[in-house]
């Protein structure tokens, strides 16, 4: 018996330390407004904090993005695997808020399942170019991070500047790792 109150001791107190932690950031800032049809289009992936469900892609990461006649957007994510394959996963993302919500929801599950809340992921545009050029996306608490490009490289110069204002974000420079890419 003494041992299960030492146990739920010690749960209590790590769940206290992880509120903590996840407290002592201030909340995630995106950008002001987004043209989400200027916003439609090819995205290369630039850079990401690693995650599961990109785990077998290598190079050529990059995202389309297209408005449906719904109002919603068709999500379309490719990269090429270790064996030369291409992969591809086929989504949806909906606007959070007004119409120039930076805050959108993506979801890759079924379109059965959408009325899941869990199926949808926070997709925040946290820093984007007034050009549409270069945009850093991520979700509240921080977990996930990509940097998108309209080509496959990117400005040394621009990168290393959105580089500067994620870390005044909050954001572990040291957890993000390049993304290989070829020219298209």
Known sequence: MKNKFFLLFLGVMWAAIAVGVHAEQPALQTIASLDVPRYMGTWYEIAKYPNSFQKKCVRNTRADYQTQPDGTVQVRNRCVTADGQTTEALGAA??????KSPKLQVRFAPAWLSFLPMVWGDYWVIDLDPQYQLVAVSEPQREYLWVL???????????????????RQGFDLKRLEPSPQEQP
């Open 94 to 99: 909906r606007q959070v808020g007004p119409a």
């Open 149 to 167: 490009s309209r080509m496959p490289q990117v400005d040394p110069a621009a990168y290393q500047a959105l580089l500067a204002r994620l870390a």
